[in-house]
Structures are given as C-alpha cells and as structure tokens.
C-alpha cells in the first residue's frame, strides 16, 4: 500500500500558475514554458497532485530560464484529492492513473519535441512521475533523467536504466527510504552501464522538491539544492 507520505502537503493547484501557458499538447493540457525554437527539451512529470502545482511550475519556469523548452502535461487529469480519502483511498484512485498510462502518453509527447526540433531530450519525475521517467530511461525514449522522491521504482527497475540517471531522496520517506535508494546506489555500480548520482538529502520528507512549506528554512534551501542538482545534470547531458 503506498503510504500517507505520498500524498502530505498536498498544493494548492492554480490554473494560472506559472509565467508560462497552457496549450494541447497530443491531445493533452500542457503547461510549457521557454522558447519553443531551443534545441533541448525537459519533460516534468508530476506527482498525484498534477500539473496545476505551483511550484512544480515554478520549477518549469526555473528550468526554461536555463535554455529549455519545458512541458509539464496532466498526465494524472483528475488529481488526488487528500480531502476525499476516505471515499477514494489513493490505492483505488491508482487503478484509474497508473504509471503505465503515463510512460505510454509520453510517447508520443516525446516525439513531438523532436519533430519540432529539439535535438536531446530530458525527463525529470517527481514521487509517480519517478515511475514514468525511470521506464522512459529503460527504453532510452529520454537522454537523461532525474527522479525526486520517486514511487514504486524498484531496484529491478533501475537495474534497466540505459541513460544517466540521478536520484535525489528524502532522508525521511518510507515510500523510497534511504535503504532503498543506497539499493539503487549499489545496483547502479554494480552494472557500470550509465553514469548516476544518487543523493539523499538529510532533513527532509517526501514530496518535498515541489511540496516543501515556504517557512520551513531546511526545507527550502534544501529544494533549492535538489533544482540545482537537476539543472547540473541536465546541462551535462541534455545540452
């Protein structure tokens, strides 16, 4: 069952978030932002709470400001809503908004980029979205990608990574706690097939790269250092 850390602090979703816009991208709403004529591309794939969170946003803005085009589709169309938990626990609600459904619409999305351009192609998700960056990265759909916080990635799945790939992790989170991660370390070393970076960010709790509390010191600044390890890691491989 995937726990109550999954789904705590959940955003307040804003339409309007964003200095970025809104427009159909394969058929689905898509936040984007940056020139669309840059040669590189990053895809955001979001938690349950989808596309609408202010600052996964924010951080789409962050990452285009560094010469990306970025997109962040709803993927998850109906988020989860933590106040209906009760009536729609998240192990139901993930029957209808599965990772697989994700992995398969970013097919196309992906194709779409480069048809229009963009001569490399990034992936970076966060808590479910890990799950959909981590099966883009075993069929190498993606040039490189970042998982913050993710969900249901197991070791067996990363053994299957065919591109760079860095791991950023809560130090507090029993989605994906740092035994499991150090697991990835040491699957990753073991195949010595893709550079990696796993890194576990003492302090912290899951969600917290897109979900952290604005007077929560620690917190911010250590989201701040998660956004810069993927800036750094995207700038090496992607551009």
């Known amino acids: 069952m995937a726990g109550h850390q999954c789904c705590s602090n959940p955003p307040t979703l804003d339409p309007s978030a964003g200095a970025g816009h809104v427009e159909q991208l394969c058929g689905l709403s898509t936040y984007v932002t940056g020139s669309p004529n840059a040669k590189h591309a990053i895809i955001l794939i979001s938690d349950v709470f989808g596309y609408e969170a202010p600052k996964l946003r924010k951080l789409a803005d962050k990452v285009s400001a560094a010469g990306y085009y970025v997109v962040v589709p709803d993927f998850i169309r109906e988020p989860f809503v933590l106040e209906d938990i009760a009536n729609n626990p998240l192990e139901v609600w993930l029957k209808d908004h599965g990772t697989d459904k994700g992995f398969e619409e970013a097919k196309p999305i992906i194709e779409t980029l ?3 351009g963009a001569s490399s192609v990034g992936a970076a998700g966060f808590c479910w979205g890990g799950k959909v960056v981590v099966e883009l990265s075993k069929v190498e759909l993606i040039q490189a990608a970042v998982i913050l916080h993710p969900t249901w990635v197991t070791v067996d799945d990363i053994k299957g990574v065919k591109v760079p790939i860095a791991v950023l992790g809560a130090e507090i989170d029993n989605m994906a706690p740092p035994e499991l991660l150090k697991q990835y370390d040491e699957a990753l070393t073991s195949q010595s097939k893709v550079d990696f970076y796993v890194k576990i960010f003492p302090k912290v709790i899951h969600g917290w790269t897109t979900r952290y509390e604005d007077e929560d010191e620690v ?7 998660a956004h810069q390890n993927l800036l750094d ?7």
């Open 114 to 116: 480069k048809s229009k």
């Open 219 to 225: 917190a911010v600044k250590s989201a701040e250092e």
């Open 233 to 239: 890691w995207f700038a090496k491989y992607i551009k």
